[in-house]
């Protein structure tokens, strides 16, 4: 009975230990990180994000609901984070990578500067990047194609420099990709411009809007620039030409007409009697 009594309550405890440990292990170290170092990148001018506040990062979700505004939990992991439209300044953490439930990141529509870091590749369960309209720099890193599940990658409206990495076109769930409005330049890989079989295909719209980018599916527009030149080029030229041209004839002519009359005038001359 004593012994039989000693498990039970062993058991008990055993089960009550694993249910607190459900609801207060929600708490996971690496969100947690994630948090602290996204919030302290992150600058709130207009104080939007009020409930970001340090002591609610260790416990942001109890199960499926957050504390934080912006995110939103599956089974006590952060698996959204949409931060869209609040006037947000500064660069975006690295640490970020550390939420590594994330399935969609929107930080789309603020002031951000500074690079996207290339950590976001350690996101493997990320299916949407939406950090569009905003004022990041730097490259796009070719690491995110790492990020075997992403289907959305917006960078719209932002000062993003450099080529466009071929390897997104790897992406085969890729079903948005919009880049316009940067500064990107080169060529538009074949792997996204000139994508083939099942793969969605985008159209000149995700693309323009980049001075110094070119090629399929954007117009020809590129060279036509070289080719007014040329027009001119080859429009003075051959105006210069046929001026040329015509005074050499007209000359020609002239002279022509000069030795014809000379010799009707020497054939006058010599038809004419000598008295
Ligand atoms: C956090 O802020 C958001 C937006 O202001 C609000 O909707 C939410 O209820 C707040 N959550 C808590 C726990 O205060
Ligand atoms: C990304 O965010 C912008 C601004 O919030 C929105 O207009 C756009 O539709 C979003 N992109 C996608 C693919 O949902
Ligand atoms: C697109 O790819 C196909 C074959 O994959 C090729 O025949 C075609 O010329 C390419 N188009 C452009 C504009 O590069
Ligand atoms: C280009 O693609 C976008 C997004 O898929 C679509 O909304 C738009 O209508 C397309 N434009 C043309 C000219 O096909």
Redesign the pocket.
């Known amino acids: 009975m004593v012994v039989g009594g000693g498990i039970w309550r062993r058991v008990l405890v055993v089960f009550v230990v694993c249910a607190a440990g459900m609801e207060m292990g929600a708490a996971d170290p690496n969100d947690e990180q994630c948090l602290t170092h996204l919030s302290a990148s992150l600058e709130d001018p207009m104080r939007n994000l009020q409930n970001w506040t340090r002591d609610r990062f260790a416990n942001p979700c109890q199960g499926f609901t957050s504390y934080l505004q912006g995110a939103t939990c599956n089974n006590g992991r952060i698996y959204k984070l949409s931060l869209n439209n609040l006037s947000l300044r500064g660069s975006i953490s690295p640490f970020l990578s550390n939420c590594t439930n994330l399935q969609a990141l929107d930080l789309s529509s603020n002031a951000l500067s500074g690079p996207i870091p290339p950590e976001l590749q350690f996101l493997v369960n990320l299916a949407v990047l939406n950090l569009s309209d905003n004022a990041l720099s730097g490259s796009i890193p070719q690491q995110l194609a790492l990020c075997a599940y992403l289907n959305v990658i917006d960078l719209h409206d932002n000062q993003l420099s450099g080529l466009i990495p071929p390897q997104l076109g790897l992406l085969v769930r890729l079903s948005v990709f919009d880049v316009s409005n940067n500064r990107l330049s080169g060529p538009i890989p074949a792997s996204l411009g000139n994508r083939s079989g099942n793969l969605r295909q ?2 000149a ?2 693309y323009e809007g980049n001075k110094d980018l070119y090629g399929y599916p954007l117009p020809y527009k590129k060279n036509n620039g070289l080719s007014i030149l040329a027009i001119v080029g080859i429009g003075l030229g051959s105006g210069f030409l046929s001026l040329v041209l015509s005074f050499t004839a007209v000359c020609m002519w002239l002279r022509a007409t000069e030795q014809k009359m000379a010799a009707e005038e020497g054939k006058i001359g010599h038809l004419m009697p000598d008295y």
């Open positions: 985008f159209n719209s995700s």
